[in-house]
């Protein structure tokens, strides 16, 4: 089993162990990078349309491709040293406005919110999705180390206390909305309410399977993974959309441009080959039972946000998060798991009525 993670050619689900969905990639490229990236085959470089987007002030409408680029054109990027960890900060909005704070889930990066957060722009909020460690523009961990639940939290922590001077509305989408959760119940006065997308939540792993995780993690660090070349960012584009079909091409192809980097045949992700290994999230210190506990701590205001035609959630666990979040909102969207892609006007709905 160690050994067939090596093998994976894109992103997907990952055991059902890890409870965290391997998806939708993007991030982006250093622009003095950016020009060497074959877009499609018929062409071996162009800017990236982020960089050339025009500014406009009106809210477009979502997946053409001139409305998409006009939606990149309004986010801006900032980076902040944590604790010697290097975080790339997704922005939107006025300084001035109400914060929202967006978590991604794993394999995923702060651009994917782009379309929930033009939407809460447009009424006057600053958005702030920063990329997690190893993701996006972030930096990576050394040769090593992990990333581990808790270093995310305590990187959530250290964004907090530079970014936000009162209390503001935090959401998280699968595994942003673990860290979310762990955050709210750790410091609770920091934040005004939470909103958790998708939420998972740890799971239960046997004694095989805990042998399985180890064993690919030293594996790793003995072999670190390769990321699979593709011959151009079209080519990445297209592999996204298999992981995630309510991606439009357009959405899809700019995603692409920001998570890929040029290399030797083409182009292959940016983000750090470690995150597909299972020991650095799992293995934390933090059992499903001692996690529902922190859940019950939360005297926040909570929605819960789930997609009608999800399977990512098993009933025992809805079950469960129905019993540790007593109080808590819950919304039923159309959509799957991935419902910033899926339903990104109800996550804004949900949020500017929260």
Known sequence: MAEAWRKIQLPRLLQPSTQILARRLAYELPQEMSHSIPRSKDESSRASPVAAAPHLGRNPAPHSETHLEAFAATMT???LSVRGTTICLCTWGPE????VLCLHGILEQGASWLEVATRLAAQGYRIVAPDLRGHGRSTHVQQGNSYNLLDFLADLDGIVEQI???PFTLVGHSLGSVVGALFASIRPH?????I??????PSEVSDEEAVDQLTTHLDYLAKPLEHPVFPDVETAAERLRLS????????AMLLAERITEPCEGGVRWRWAPLLR???GIAFNGISKSRYLGMLRRIRNPITLIYGDRSQFNRQDDLQEQRQALTNAQRIVVPGGHNLPIDAPAAIADAILSS
């Open 196 to 201: 958790m997308v998708e939420t998972i939540l």
């Open 277 to 279: 290994t299972r020991a």
């Open 190 to 194: 920091r934040i005004r309410n939470l």
């Open 77 to 79: 990027e900032k980076f």
């Open 96 to 99: 001035s406005g109400p914060l």
């Open 164 to 166: 936000a001077d009162k």
């Open 244 to 251: 995630t079909p309510a991606l439009s091409k357009a959405l």
